[in-house]
Nanobody, 125 residues
Framework: VRLVESGGGSVQTGGSLRLSCAASGYTYRNYCMGWFRHPPGKAREGVAVIARDGATIYADSVKGRFTISEDDATNTLFLQMNSLKPEDTAMYYC????????????????????WGKGTLVTVSS
């Protein structure tokens, strides 16, 4: 499985970015996919995950601002980030995990077994 993120950058508070994750080497079946982030000086945290059936889970801190989606035709995962805040500054990683039926049960990184190298998002005040 190969995951390549793109779309990071520097924006001001209130701005938007759209992250993409190009996936190859597997089919979407039986995989949960998600976005995680590692803020400077803090622990890695789950941002959003999406199951094979489209069900999603979001971290409370991003609900209403971020949207996770996927394009089966191109094997691409997206994260639309709106109303960005300085606390959203982090390295963002795309990840996948093989799960029964492709369901996502939580935002735990332990469920993921393949990771991209990350893309940096910086939000200035």
């Amino acid at each position: 499985v190969r995951l390549v993120e793109s779309g990071g950058g520097s924006v001001q508070t209130g701005g938007s970015l759209r992250l993409s994750c190009a996936a190859s080497g597997y089919t979407y079946r039986n995989y949960c996919m998600g976005w995680f982030r590692h803020p400077p000086g803090k622990a890695r945290e789950g941002v959003a995950v999406i199951a094979r059936d489209g069900a999603t889970i979001y971290a409370d801190s991003v609900k209403g601002r971020f949207t996770i989606s996927e394009d089966d035709a191109t094997n691409t995962l997206f994260l639309q980030m709106n109303s960005l805040k300085p606390e959203d500054t982090a390295m963002y990683y795309c990840a996948t995990g093989r799960t029964p039926g492709g369901y996502c049960y939580s935002l735990s990184a332990n469920a993921m077994d393949s990771w991209g190298k990350g893309t940096l998002v910086t939000v200035s005040s």
